[in-house]
């Protein structure tokens, strides 16, 4: 803090997130030197609560391998108040897309101050409650009425401005996220131009942008960006080392050929410039042009080489233009400890559908009460719609639009679940206008809460139009037969030894398997899948829809699929006794796993037997097993259960290898326990039950990630600027920094260097610990887990950033689920037309616009999967669930701690201060909590007990589900050891 001061007391200029920048509250402070969005797990000691926002999605959710079939499950793991992840990876310096943040481009200097009060700065603001929930006072910032109020937004930059802009690099584009435990607070990825994400500080700097919005960002002077104290430690400086230089002669050359830049630009100046003083400050990976700034020995220096702009650099024209910002000194600040700000200009794509479950509270001196005789048309004024998603600010609805029951009675609307929408957004409120959508119902009724949660998610649940169902073959009576002419095109597999693994309640059975032992020893290994592509034809109204929709979504009572029944469930899924389309990979492999041969293409299969994952497993675990007393399901097309076991058996031998090989490569896994539930003929829960990973679910796993991976390196191959791939970055670095930290307080070793270290610290831990333990360490190292991606290969990107990290391979897709997720679909056409030599009518920019409605929805999904998964928890726990379980601790702060509760799946927050514990103290050397119990009636008068909590400590916790204001949440309350 006083070194803070320091920084501050030298150069004004320089925002410090610091208690003594800003005579704010704690809370305020707090929030001042928070540096992501999500921030999970601190490092100070005593660590500090932060709030916690959801989880991240990857497909891989936390668990980054990106099993293929993980989606499968029709239940979620219930999720308590999850944590998120900030920004991305530190990098070796700090740069910036531009050195005159007030530039030309802007449509004037004055709009583009407009709206920067001190706490849209990290400043000081009234004491609120930001945490989630929904309910924060007079949330949206317009504290001074009810109504509209006199604080006004920015206007939107001219599309004109903002592509130039974008063009030169000096804006930013990316999608919003908004803070769930500080509504005012929302983040844009940096990319590569940036360690850390861009923060957004205020509703107002927001501009009316909403969750997952692609906007467009200003950003600010970089004295005015963050210095972040914490950081500043964790790098070895101290923040009275961040001195800003004092506007020095410097000069900016615009769009420089990347190739030499710096080279050229020092043979325009005639003289050697020392290395610090000279530095690409943006990129633009597209047109492979930069900028490169310079500093010189004076002004008049400057003043010449302005005069003569443009200049010639490598045989371009270049212009040269003055540079008058202040900027950090890059030599001294390390650039994790600087967090840069800017403001939204515009909004490019309104992501977020702007539909909202909540409820209605009339205004401050609002007399909802309609006389006798008169109806809701009556009505006069304005209500409240409070959305239940933290994120949203509250809408201004016409009364006399609002339910009659709620107009004569305001407390109707307590219990009661609505749906509205925001019908516009003017300048002049920080409050939208919105319209009444539908009364749900009562809430904490299931069904209602489930239609909710698809509401606040986007899910469709409209049923397939005539239109769209006209898109598919007509099925005659007897069945769909696969034509001569469509055959004569395929490999035909109807004679090998091919069947289906899934879930014993699948109804769509999108892939198989076969395995046939050759004469030299070596192995002819399949796996077939669905040909989805073969009936969705592009750009018919099924594909469209397809297309919106991009994946099916499981909730725990049912599922939203993406494509009709028809399809999903008869004409694609790959039913034992039928022939079926299917798109096939196909290898010849040594016993060892090594691939000799590899062949892909259109084929045609006729299952022979439809097998639960328990089946399989119970081969593995007795290959001599009795098929028929087993009851396993009948076997046809001349097979034997003889050929079904030997097949299976030889595909585990082959999966245990390269499973080895993946892992020694380099793979890394991270499980999540998984929660399921038996419901009874009311719809609610009776039991709960663990989805556990056995030996045949990762039999399966191991060829679909092989298949994966084939394709992806297939389509890439032959169309390298616009396959569509799937990535997993790295894990944000300093979050890995702060993991191994805490794990080495408590004698933990953990090796952060590389994903194949990481995995072997991992396993070493297993063998060490219970298997509770290892779930609890899995949480923790799932914390700093960034989500994978599907993007496009074009446009540039960098052939790196293609890397999947935590299966450690070059290039990986999705080839294999076409009937869940659109994505598969892209790949199965690129790769129809890789392997026909056919060019693609697919160009990077409408891949990419696939690939960003893929991630969305899949992300939506997951949300509405682990609600779905929360609401069955909550109602499980509400019918009598035990009062004392066991939890395990597996992150602790000065007041609080995060555990897992095996039993359920379920990752919760206990607050300390509500528990029966006398007296709670954090300890700063052995960084655990103490308790101390007060005497109980069985114990010795004045007897008193005290406990110890640190990282991985086993406690007894009792759960409630508490109904709040808008939805119910579950509280952990930790009991006193027995």
């Not at 992501?36 to 100070?44: K, S, V």
């Not at 300093?734 to 090796?751: F, T």
């Not at 052995?926 to 007897?943: N, R, V």
């Amino acid at each position: 803090t006083a070194a803070a001061a320091a920084v501050a007391a030298h150069s004004p200029r320089v925002k410090t997130a610091s208690a003594a920048s800003t005579p704010a509250s704690a809370k305020s402070k707090a929030r001042a030197n928070n540096t992501d969005a999500n921030a999970a797990a601190a490092t100070p000691s005593p660590r500090k609560e932060k709030g916690r926002g959801k989880p991240r999605e990857d497909g891989s959710n936390p668990v980054p391998h990106d099993s293929p079939h993980q989606q499968q499950q029709q239940h979620a793991t219930p999720r308590g108040r999850g944590r998120g992840r900030g920004g991305s990876a530190s990098a070796s310096h700090v740069s910036t897309p531009r050195d005159e943040h007030a530039s030309s481009s802007s449509p004037s200097s004055a709009a583009a101050r407009r709206g920067r009060s001190a706490r849209g700065r990290g400043a000081a603001t009234p004491n609120r409650d930001r945490r989630g929930g929904g309910d924060h006072g007079d949330r949206g910032g317009d504290r001074g009425g009810e109504g509209h109020s006199s604080s006004s937004f920015e206007p939107y930059w001219d599309r004109e401005a903002v592509s130039a802009g974008l063009k030169r690099n000096e804006l930013l584009r990316g999608k919003i996220r908004i803070s769930k435990n500080d509504f005012e607070e929302a983040f844009v990825k940096g990319g590569d131009q940036f360690p850390r994400d861009v923060k957004i500080p205020s509703l107002v700097l927001r501009n009316r942008a909403l969750e997952g919005d692609i906007v467009v960002v200003a950003l600010d002077p970089q004295s005015e960006w963050l210095v972040l104290e914490k950081d500043a430690a964790n790098e070895g400086h101290k923040a009275s080392e961040l001195c800003p230089d004092h506007c020095p002669p410097r000069v900016v050359f615009r769009d420089v050929p990347m190739a030499n830049a710096m080279a050229g630009v020092l043979y325009v100046l005639h003289h050697a410039v020392p290395r610090k003083d000279i530095r690409i400050t943006s990129r633009n990976v597209k047109t492979g042009k930069c900028s490169v700034t310079v500093r010189l020995s004076d002004e008049e220096e400057v003043e010449a080489l302005v005069a003569k702009s443009p200049v010639r650099v490598n045989g371009h024209e270049v212009q040269v233009e003055r540079v008058d910002e202040p900027v950090l000194h890059v030599g001294v600040v390390p650039p994790s400890c600087v967090q840069p700000t800017g403001k939204v200009v515009y909004i490019e794509e309104q992501i977020n559908p702007r539909v909202f479950a909540g409820t209605l509270r009339p205004l401050s001196g609002f007399d909802p009460l309609i006389g006798e005789g008169e109806t809701k048309d009556d009505a006069k004024g304005d209500v409240l719609f409070v959305p239940r998603d933290s994120r949203v600010p509250r809408l201004l609805i016409k009364a006399s639009t609002t339910p009659e029951a709620f107009l004569r009675n305001p407390k109707w609307a307590e219990d009661q679940l609505l749906v509205a929408r925001i019908a516009s957004w003017d300048e002049s409120s920080l409050r939208p206008t919105g319209v009444m959508v539908k009364e749900v119902g009562v809430a904490g009724d299931i069904e209602n809460e489930t239609e909710a949660i698809l509401i606040e998610n986007g899910v469709d649940t409209d049923d397939f139009t005539e239109e769209e169902l006209a898109c598919l073959p007509k099925v005659p009576e007897s069945g769909w037969v696969i034509s001569d002419e469509e055959l004569a095109k395929r490999r035909d597999f109807r004679k090998d030894c091919v069947f289906s693994i899934d879930p014993p309640t699948a109804r769509d059975l999108d892939d198989a398997l076969s395995c046939a032992l050759l004469p030299n020893g070596n192995m002819l290994v399949g796996v077939h899948i669905a040909d989805v592509s073969h009936f969705l034809q592009p750009g018919t109204a099924l594909d469209q829809l397809a297309q919106r929709r991009a994946t099916t979504t499981y909730l725990v009572q049912r599922c939203y699929p993406m494509l009709p029944r028809l399809l999903c469930e008869d004409l694609c899924s790959l039913e034992e006794n039928q022939d079926r389309l299917s798109f096939s990979v196909v290898w010849t492999m040594e016993p060892s796993g090594k691939i000799i041969d590899e062949w892909m293409g259109k084929s045609v299969i006729r299952s022979c037997a439809r097998l639960a994952y328990q089946h399989c497993q119970a081969v593995i675990e007795n290959p001599d097993l009795d098929w028929a007393a087993a009851k396993h399901p009948t076997i046809y097309g001349g097979y034997t259960e003889t050929d079904v076991k030997a097949a299976i058996t030889r595909l585990q031998s082959l999966a245990v290898n390269m499973r080895a090989q993946r892992f020694a490569g380099g793979a890394l896994r991270l499980d999540k326990p998984k929660a399921g539930f038996t419901l009874g003929e009311d719809g609610l829960p009776t039991a709960v039950f663990h989805y556990e990973l056995k030996d045949s679910n990762r039999l399966v796993e191991e060829f679909m990630l092989l298949a994966n991976m084939a394709t992806a390196r297939a389509i890439y191959n032959h169309f390298s600027d616009c396959a569509l791939l799937r990535c997993h970055p790295p894990p944000l670095e300093n979050k890995m920094v702060e993991l191994k930290s805490q794990c080495e307080d408590v004698g933990i070793d953990i090796d952060i260097s590389s994903s194949v270290k990481l995995q072997e610290s991992l396993l070493k831990f297993a063998q060490e610990h219970t298997k509770d333990e290892f779930q609890a360490l899995q949480a923790l190292v799932s914390m700093p887990m960034q989500m994978a991606t599907y993007f496009s290969t074009g446009g540039g990107r960098d052939i790196e950033s293609f890397r999947h990290y935590a299966l450690s391979v070059p290039y990986y897709t999705h080839f294999t689920s076409p009937i869940r997720r659109y994505a598969d679909v892209i790949v199965h056409r690129l790769l129809d037309c890789a392997l026909s030599n056919t060019p693609t009518t697919y160009v990077h920019e409408q891949v990419q616009r696939i690939a960003d409605r893929c991630n969305d929805r899949k992300s939506a999904a997951k949300a509405a999967q682990e609600a779905s998964a929360f609401l069955y928890t909550c109602a499980f726990i509400k019918k009598g669930f035990a009062q004392r379980t066991k939890a395990l601790v597996y992150n602790v702060m000065d007041a609080s701690i995060d555990v897992l509760v095996p039993q359920l799946a379920l990752d919760l927050r206990v607050r300390l201060d509500k528990c029966g514990a006398k007296d709670h103290h954090y300890d700063l050397f052995s960084k655990s909590l103490i308790l101390d119990w007060p005497a109980t009636e069985e114990t010795k008068k004045g007897a008193s007990l005290r406990q110890t909590i640190g990282l991985f400590s086993e406690v007894s916790v009792a759960l409630h589900v508490v109904k709040g204001p808008l939805k119910s949440e579950i509280e952990a309350e930790i009991l006193r050891p027995e």
